[in-house]
């Protein structure tokens, strides 16, 4: 299972909602990733999750809130978005720090409109 | 950090044709090197990688080149097809997993 799935694949919401994104991988790996695509740009990342602990935040703006619940888990968490943040977000995973860098496999991505 | 410039942003090719794709990147640090085909409304989908200690890597009709000297490496696709048309993005990474991505080239087969 070479799999990362991604929950829900499209969403709207609106600039007073809260709203969570849901990703989820079988490989044992132990690097997560959340990063953000606009159109016809490459993904930005956002935020890396080692071992269930952040390890990197990119300077992303509080409405945007991660969480590892599991290894196999990872959840982003929306809150009083702004129409700029529409974009295809996408959840990602590796074997993990400490390891020879090994691909990163993506899911489809949750594409996000807000209004 | 780490900056990736890829050329071209588009390419159109003809059936059968042989593509080209090159990235530059700026940390001479950088030690693992990939490449990844993107299709309209899915992601990133994972092609093929390099390392550091090695030049040229082959998959079927893909390979991947490496010049650490001059911090350049390309994607090569021998016998283009109508199914290779998407966007291409190649990444560095040295150190930490974070992957920097080049800006990526738009494909397209020309049946």
């Not at chain 1, 070479?2 to 991988?25: A, D, F, I, R, Y």
């Not at chain 1, 959840?91 to 949750?110: D, K, L």
Request: charged residues 20%.
């Amino acid at each position: 299972d070479t799999e990362v799935t991604q929950t829900p694949k499209h969403l709207v919401m609106g600039m007073t909602n809260k709203k969570s994104l849901k990703c989820e991988q079988h490989m044992g790996h132990r690097a997560m990733y959340w990063y953000k695509q606009k159109a016809k740009k490459p993904p930005e990342l956002m935020f890396v999750y080692s071992y269930e602990k952040l390890s990197i935040n990119e300077s992303v703006p509080s409405r945007f809130s991660p969480e590892c619940p599991n290894s196999s888990l990872l959840n982003l968490h929306l809150h009083a978005l702004q129409p700029e943040d529409s974009a295809l977000y996408l959840c990602a995973s590796s074997q993990g720090f400490n390891v020879m860098n090994t691909e990163a496999f993506f899911g489809q991505g949750t594409r996000l409109t807000v209004v | 950090g780490e900056n990736v410039e890829q050329h071209p942003s588009t390419l159109s090719v003809q059936e059968g044709d042989n593509s080209i794709i090159n990235c530059a990147y700026s940390n001479s640090a950088s030690d693992y090197f990939i490449w990844y085909k993107q299709e309209s409304g899915k992601g990133p989908q994972f092609i093929i990688d390099i390392r550091s200690n090695v030049g040229e890597k082959k998959d079927q009709r893909i390979a991947v080149t490496l010049n650490k000297t001059a911090k350049h490496f390309s994607l090569h696709i021998t016998e283009t097809q109508p199914e290779d048309s998407a966007v291409y993005f190649c990444a560095a990474s040295f150190g930490a997993n974070n992957l920097f991505f080049g800006t990526g080239t738009r494909l397209t087969v020309i049946p």
